[in-house]
C-alpha cells in the first residue's frame, strides 16, 4: 500500500530520530559510567568529629562567634615572644604565647582545669590545623560566668600567629579532619555548631549550622485530646450457690 508523502516524510524523521538516540545512550557509558570489567572507584573515608577536651563535649547558652572574617587583614604575629627554636609550639611554654597575646593576657596565669563547671585553663593541646605537618597550639580558657575562650595559634618561621580566637557557653570542641568544630548551646534549646577550615591565612568559618531538639507533645502550640477512657466493666454478680438435693445431704446415721 503506497502512503501519501507526507507519512513516508514523517516515518523517515522517525526512523533519523531514533537512530541517533542510539548513538547517543551508546556513549553516555563513557563519560559518567563503568564499562565491562572496569572496577568500581574507591570511596574515600569520611572524616568524623572527633573530641577535643573530651569532658567538655556535649555539656555545651549563646552561641559561638569568630572573628575570623575574609575581609580582615592577615593577623600579626605576636609582639614581645621570642623567635622558637627547632621544637616549634610544642617546645614553648603556653603560658609565654597567652601572656604574649593582649587578648589572652588576663587569662595566661590561670590553674589548669581537668573537668566543666570550673573556672581556668583546660590542658592546652596540639594538632595540626594547617596541613604542613606541623601542630597548632589550642588553648582554652573557662571562665566564672560560664563563658569559654578558644584560641589557636600557628608557628612560621619562628614567629607565633593567632588563627582563631572564638567564645561561647560552655564550648565544645571537636576535631573534623584538620577543621575545627565548636558547638555550643542555645537559649532556645537548639545547638550551634561552627566549622572552621584553614584558608592559608587563619581559620575561617566555612559552615554555622542550628539544630533544634525534637519539642514534647503539646511544645508546638498542638493541643492533643485525651483518648477516651474505658467505661468500667459491670461488677460481676454472684449467684446464690444451688442448696444440696436429699442425695447429697449428710446422713445423721438413722434410717
Same mark, same amino acid.
Given at each position: 500500500? $503506497? @502512503? /501519501?508523502?507526507?507519512?513516508?516524510?514523517? @516515518?523517515?524523521?522517525?526512523?533519523?530520530?531514533? &537512530?541517533?538516540?542510539?548513538?547517543?545512550?551508546? #556513549?553516555?557509558?563513557?563519560?559518567?559510567?563503568?564499562?565491562?570489567?572496569? *572496577? +568500581?572507584?574507591?570511596?574515600?573515608?569520611?572524616?568524623?568529629?572527633?573530641?577535643?577536651?573530651?569532658?567538655?563535649?556535649?555539656?555545651?547558652?549563646? +552561641?559561638?562567634?569568630?572573628?575570623?572574617?575574609?575581609?580582615?587583614?592577615?593577623?600579626?604575629?605576636? +609582639?614581645?615572644?621570642?623567635?622558637?627554636?627547632?621544637? &616549634? @609550639?610544642?617546645?614553648?611554654?603556653?603560658?609565654?604565647?597567652?601572656?604574649?597575646?593582649?587578648?589572652?593576657?588576663?587569662?595566661?596565669?590561670?590553674?589548669?582545669?581537668?573537668?566543666? &563547671?570550673?573556672?581556668?585553663?583546660?590542658?592546652?593541646?596540639?594538632?595540626?590545623?594547617? &596541613?604542613? #605537618?606541623? /601542630?597548632?597550639?589550642?588553648? +582554652?580558657?573557662?571562665?566564672?560566668? #560560664?563563658?569559654?575562650?578558644?584560641?589557636?595559634?600557628?608557628?612560621?618561621?619562628?614567629?607565633?600567629?593567632?588563627?582563631?580566637?572564638?567564645?561561647? =557557653?560552655?564550648?565544645?570542641?571537636?576535631?573534623?579532619?584538620?577543621?575545627?568544630?565548636?558547638?555550643? *548551646?542555645?537559649?532556645?534549646?537548639?545547638?550551634?555548631?561552627?566549622?572552621?577550615?584553614?584558608?592559608?591565612?587563619?581559620?575561617?568559618?566555612?559552615?554555622?549550622?542550628? =539544630?533544634? $531538639?525534637?519539642?514534647?507533645?503539646?511544645?508546638?502550640?498542638?493541643?492533643?485530646? *485525651?483518648?477516651?477512657? /474505658?467505661?468500667?466493666?459491670? =461488677?460481676?454478680?454472684?449467684?446464690?450457690? *444451688?442448696?444440696?438435693?436429699?442425695?447429697?445431704?449428710?446422713?445423721?446415721?438413722?434410717?
Amino acid at each position: 500500500m $503506497n @502512503l /501519501p508523502c507526507p507519512h513516508r516524510r514523517l @516515518l523517515r524523521r522517525a526512523a533519523l530520530l531514533a &537512530g541517533t538516540a542510539a548513538i547517543a545512550l551508546a #556513549g553516555c557509558g563513557s563519560v559518567d559510567g563503568l564499562g565491562a570489567g572496569e *572496577p +568500581a572507584p574507591s570511596v574515600s573515608v569520611q572524616p568524623r568529629p572527633e573530641p577535643l577536651w573530651p569532658a567538655w563535649t556535649s555539656t555545651s547558652s549563646e +552561641a559561638p562567634g569568630a572573628d575570623a572574617a575574609t575581609h580582615q587583614p592577615p593577623p600579626e604575629p605576636l +609582639a614581645g615572644l621570642p623567635k622558637l627554636g627547632r621544637g &616549634g @609550639l610544642g617546645a614553648e611554654d603556653f603560658r609565654k604565647v597567652l601572656r604574649a597575646d593582649p587578648r589572652m593576657k588576663p587569662l595566661a596565669d590561670r590553674g589548669e582545669i581537668d573537668r566543666p &563547671g570550673q573556672a581556668g585553663l583546660r590542658p592546652p593541646l596540639l594538632t595540626d590545623l594547617t &596541613g604542613d #605537618g606541623r /601542630p597548632e597550639l589550642l588553648v +582554652a580558657a573557662d571562665t566564672e560566668s #560560664g563563658r569559654s575562650l578558644l584560641v589557636a595559634y600557628s608557628e612560621r618561621e619562628g614567629r607565633v600567629y593567632p588563627i582563631l580566637l572564638t567564645s561561647g =557557653k560552655r564550648v565544645s570542641v571537636e576535631t573534623l579532619g584538620s577543621d575545627l568544630l565548636v558547638r555550643s *548551646p542555645c537559649a532556645d534549646g537548639g545547638e550551634q555548631a561552627v566549622r572552621f577550615h584553614w584558608d592559608g591565612v587563619r581559620m575561617s568559618t566555612v559552615s554555622d549550622t542550628k =539544630k533544634y $531538639n525534637k519539642a514534647p507533645d503539646g511544645a508546638d502550640g498542638s493541643s492533643h485530646s *485525651p483518648s477516651p477512657s /474505658p467505661s468500667p466493666s459491670p =461488677k460481676p454478680t454472684r449467684k446464690p450457690a *444451688p442448696e444440696p438435693s436429699d442425695s447429697d445431704k449428710p446422713s445423721d446415721g438413722h434410717r
